[in-house]
T-cell receptor
Framework: AQSVTQPDIHITVSEGASLELRCNYSYGATPYLFWYVQSPGQGLQLLLKYFSGDTLVQGIKGFEAEFKRSQSSFNLRKPSVHWSDAAEYFCAVGAGWNYGGSQGNLIFGKGTKLSVKP | ETGVTQTPRHLVMGMTNKKSLKCEQHLGHNAMYWYKQSAKKPLELMFVYNFKEQTENNSVPSRFSPECPNSSHLFLHLHTLQPEDSALYLC????????????FGNGTRLTVT
């Protein structure tokens, strides 16, 4: 069955430092992959998505993610973190209705909470 | 403006009350979802509607009753809730392809007293 694992529950980085959030997926075919961000008390906002082609995808707010099929990973990165990046980040894989995606389109990981130190 | 609007933003209700959450999307999507997000718990999918037909009910208690009158509107009717039902309830919509991201509303923060 499809699944998404975010091994880090909480990460703290200093403002200006680089960031990498890990995501591993389990999926039988070429996956569609997504990263979302959620600020406190808000809904989830799409940061970026990977469908095919270039394995390094750019998103909003200066984020990027790299798809590595051999490692079943889709890690999110940012070269220099800003205090406003403090939020929770969710990785998701597109299960798809035709694939029997009874959970609807997307399967989400449990999220990684990012704290930013001044 | 997210394209998905949820009302109310905050709701406090007693265990014997009946209330409804409303969600509206203006994105032309065919599928709509209710998620529950509790503190320190993963995002829980509750209900999925595809072209107004319910396709998934992840063993949600009957005190939660969804309604989808058309592809643009989704309701969650609440009655005789428990304090553990206090959570952020998120509505989302999408097209039905695997490459279609979900678009979320800002949620309703529900507190059951």
């Amino acid at each position: 069955a499809q699944s998404v694992t975010q091994p880090d529950i909480h990460i703290t980085v200093s403002e200006g430092a680089s960031l990498e959030l890990r995501c591993n997926y389990s999926y039988g075919a070429t996956p569609y992959l997504f990263w979302y961000v959620q600020s406190p008390g808000q809904g989830l906002q799409l940061l970026l998505k990977y469908f095919s082609g270039d394995t390094l995808v750019q998103g909003i707010k200066g984020f990027e993610a790299e798809f590595k099929r051999s490692q079943s990973s889709f890690n999110l990165r940012k070269p220099s973190v800003h205090w406003s990046d403090a939020a929770e980040y969710f990785c998701a894989v597109g299960a798809g209705w035709n694939y029997g995606g009874s959970q609807g389109n997307l399967i989400f990981g449990k999220g990684t909470k990012l704290s930013v130190k001044p | 403006e997210t394209g998905v609007t949820q009302t109310p933003r905050h709701l406090v209700m007693g265990m014997t009350n009946k209330k409804s959450l409303k969600c509206e999307q203006h994105l032309g999507h065919n599928a709509m979802y209710w998620y529950k997000q509790s503190a320190k718990k993963p995002l829980e999918l509750m209900f999925v509607y595809n072209f107004k037909e319910q396709t998934e009910n992840n063993s949600v208690p009957s005190r939660f009753s969804p309604e989808c009158p058309n592809s643009s509107h989704l309701f969650l009717h609440l009655h005789t809730l428990q304090p553990e039902d206090s959570a952020l309830y998120l509505c989302a919509s999408s097209q039905t392809g695997a490459d279609s991201p979900l678009h979320f509303g800002n949620g309703t923060r529900l507190t059951v007293t």
